[in-house]
């Protein structure tokens, strides 16, 4: 399956809540034209610093929704779980 993936920093409290698994979605700016399918490399941010931490999780993009009145214009919602592939492969 062909699928794209994107690389996305990921502020501190946000990154730990998908590791926690009580964040399973994203809320992004759409200028990736994100897809079902599509792998996000999470990478956590200090933002306080501006440094990466290190830590990086992948997750698939599930589910999408972009549509008014419940996203503003060029946002997306992205339903998200972990994803077990290879991102070397």
Known sequence: ????VHE?????EYYQAVVDGRKPFEIRLNDRNYQIG?????????PNKGIY??????REVTY?????PFVPD??????IK?????LNA
């Open 1 to 4: 399956m062909a699928y794209a």
């Open 8 to 12: 996305l920093k990921t502020w501190l």
């Open 38 to 46: 599509d792998v996000l490399f999470l990478r956590e941010f200090e």
């Open 53 to 58: 931490t290190g830590r990086n999780i992948t």
């Open 64 to 68: 999408t929704l972009k549509r008014k």
């Open 74 to 79: 060029g946002y997306i919602v992205m339903g």
């Open 82 to 86: 972990p994803w077990d592939g290879d």
